[in-house]
């Protein structure tokens, strides 16, 4: 939304001319927080919403109705000049004071890698490990893995029970299956 504000700023001169057509236009300056509480009334109270104009003018507290209807009017004509080419889109550079937030910035290859790299290894179940997971799918029940991590398999957290439990299901129904050859992990839980 804001690089709404910002195309139509950096095209400033070009839509002089454009506007000058429009003898309704109410001379006003908007900052870069009435844009975004524009923008953000936009969004919020939608078309269809009975007395839009007002609402928003209400959230500005600057800006009357009048001049909040008139400047989507304006928006709308921007759009549609940049939309049929009567105005270009401005090529930012590093230097022309926009950034986009960290948060925002997706991560390059080589961030990806280093990311891809600091993840830790996978580290097997041992057979002590899926004797309390059974001990502990027992004792709590399927899906109460939180429990089960918590309690019974101290050393694994809830997602790795969970994952453990949904790759324990799946093999007991391949077994079923297939009787193929058995893991150690397959073995029930025998408590005299």
Known sequence: ?????????????????????NSKMVNSRWTWEE?????DGLVEFAGDCPNRWE????R??????????????????????IESGVIELPEYGENDGFRWPESRKSPNRSEKK??????????????DEHRLFLIGLEKYGKG???????????S????????????????????EETKKRRSIFDNSIFIN
């Open 35 to 39: 844009n975004k509480q524009f923008e």
């Open 60 to 81: 500005i507290a600057t800006k009357t109705a009048a001049e909040v209807e008139q400047h989507f009017a304006v928006l709308l004509d921007d759009v549609a000049a």
């Open 156 to 175: 694994r957290t809830a997602a790795q029970v969970a994952s453990h439990a949904q790759k324990y299901y799946a093999r007991q129904e391949k077994e």
């Open 1 to 21: 939304m804001c690089v709404l504000f910002m195309i139509r700023n950096s095209a400033k001169l070009k839509l002089k001319k454009i506007k000058k057509k």
């Open 144 to 154: 109460d893995w939180k429990s089960i991590s918590r309690f019974t398999v101290k």
């Open 55 to 58: 609402r928003i003018a209400a």
């Open 114 to 127: 280093q990311v891809a790299a600091q993840r830790k290894v996978a580290r097997p179940w041992t057979e």
